[in-house]
T-cell receptor, first 114, second 115 residues
């Protein structure tokens, strides 16, 4: 158990819909990262937050948005869903004292868009 | 731009033998970190080992060691005394420290350990 909690674990929805994925980082971790894992694209970095502020941005679509709240939990919002958005979405957090890049991943939220 | 290349989509190793998983990276930035992560069939990603670009010694963590060859831009993972539980996907990743926390992953290598 990494200590990073993601909900829901599985989600099935239809094209055009909107979903919200939730992440609670490990206690004491200020950084939260979102990754998308799909068969064709592999593991893609989406976005990073540090203590509520956006720190780095990757290949995140405009239909996707994220935020980190004062209690440090984070949400990833996916809207106008398309079939290609079906993937495993990981949240990760990193300890303040470790090397940048040492991430503790949640179990992921598997999104299926039908 | 960063790029991580893992040329071995799949590998087999006999239990108790050592195995090397290849990874090459492409960056001109002098300050970077290299990582290996393991993804078992259950799906979670597990941090294994880290190597900083300025580290003189190769990193080791138990049965894992990272063979860092800076001039060749390679960061191969060596697993000694393979165990059945080592069967998993292994991902090499890199980060550029002047670009914040953007950890970039390779496509992965699926390792199967045979009894």
């Amino acid at each position: 158990d990494s200590g990073v909690t993601q909900t829901p674990k599985h989600l099935i929805t239809a094209t055009g819909q909107r979903v919200t994925l939730r992440c609670s980082p490990r206690s004491g971790d200020l950084s939260v990262y979102w990754y998308q894992q799909s068969l064709d694209q592999g593991l893609q970095f989406l976005i990073q937050y540090y203590n509520g502020e956006e720190r780095a941005k990757g290949n995140i679509l405009e239909r996707f948005s994220a935020q980190q709240f004062p209690d440090l939990h984070s949400e990833l919002n996916l809207s106008s869903l398309e079939l290609g958005d079906s993937a495993l979405y990981f949240c990760a957090s990193s300890p303040p004292g470790g090397p940048i890049g040492e991430l503790f991943f949640g179990e992921g939220s598997r999104l299926t868009v039908l | 731009a960063q790029k991580i290349t893992q040329t071995q989509p799949g590998m087999f190793v006999q239990e108790k033998e050592a195995v090397t998983l290849d990874c090459t990276y492409d960056t001109s930035d002098p300050s970077y970190g290299l990582f290996w992560y393991k993804q078992p069939s259950s799906g979670e990603m597990i941090f294994l080992i880290y190597q900083g670009s300025y580290d003189q010694q190769n990193a080791t963590e138990g049965r894992y060691s990272l063979n860092f060859q800076k001039a060749r831009k390679s960061a191969n993972l060596v697993i000694s005394a393979s165990q059945l539980g080592d069967s998993a996907m292994y991902f090499c990743a890199s980060i550029l420290y002047n670009q914040g926390g953007k950890l970039i992953f390779g496509q992965g290598t699926e390792l199967s350990v045979k009894p």
